[in-house]
T-cell receptor
Framework: NAGVTQTPKFQVLKTGQSMTLQCAQD?????MSWYRQDPGMGLRLIHY???????DQGEVPNGYNVSRSTTEDFPLRLLSAAPSQTSVYFC??????????????FGSGTQLSVL | GQQLNQSPQSMFIQEGEDVSMNCTSS?????WLWYKQDPGEGPVLLIA?????ELTSNGRLTAQFGITRKDSFLNISASIPSDVGIYFC?????????????FGKGTKLSVKP
């Protein structure tokens, strides 16, 4: 039961470096999303996708890019990392966009530090 | 905009004690969800509530959907050490990000054996 798989688990970057956080799900879910979790801030939505080829911005999209070329994968790109992007990042998926009766499944997170 | 306010922010309790936490909103929600995040893991859904006044249990956990539809409560009875974690309430975004969830800031629970 793989579910939602995130890699890497930990990452340290220098300011200005770029990287991609990987997310894959094997449940054939249409909906996928990225959240960041900061102390005392809860989970804030960065970007989301309601299907292959369709993405949209969430609450805190600046500094991040996403694409959805396949149903399974939803990578999150940091083009030029900044210390403010130090956070724990969670990828999540559900069968359909969230409404009544939909459940959101989370990956185990990527802890990112930007120096 | 939409906001969910959770209280308390943190709790330190003795094993065996009961726990109560709540979540309030300035706007009406049609769904209330409660998630638990174990240390080093992603959140996992505990209980989903879909109707005002609904009371739903999951083992030692009981959650209620407030009558006003602007609040929800989560109770844990006879706490045990594995109850440690962060508990989040969540509900659907309305407006620009439909199909997504908004989360409260969480209640961090510590249980002393």
């Amino acid at each position: 039961n793989a579910g939602v798989t995130q890699t890497p688990k930990f990452q340290v970057l220098k300011t200005g470096q770029s990287m991609t956080l990987q997310c894959a799900q094997d449940m054939n879910h249409e909906y996928m999303s990225w959240y960041r979790q900061d102390p005392g801030m809860g989970l804030r939505l960065i970007h989301y996708s309601v299907g292959a080829g369709i993405t949209d911005q969430g609450e805190v999209p600046n500094g991040y890019n996403v694409s959805r070329s396949t149903t399974e994968d939803f990578p999150l790109r940091l083009l030029s990392a900044a210390p403010s992007q130090t956070s724990v990042y969670f990828c999540a998926s559900s069968q359909r966009p969230l409404g009544t009766n939909e459940k959101l499944f989370f990956g185990s997170g990527t802890q990112l530090s930007v120096l | 905009g939409q906001q969910l306010n959770q209280s308390p922010q943190s709790m330190f309790i003795q094993e065996g004690e009961d726990v109560s936490m709540n979540c309030t909103s300035s706007s009406i929600f049609n769904t209330w969800l409660w998630y638990k995040q174990d240390p080093g893991e992603g959140p996992v859904l505990l209980i989903a509530l879909y109707k005002a006044g609904e009371l739903t249990s999951n083992g030692r956990l009981t959650a209620q959907f407030g009558i006003t539809r602007k609040d929800s409560f989560l109770n844990i009875s006879a706490s045990i050490p594995s109850d440690v974690g962060i508990y989040f309430c969540a509900g659907p975004y309305y407006g620009g990000s439909q199909g997504n969830l908004i989360f409260g800031k969480g209640t961090k629970l510590s249980v002393k054996p």
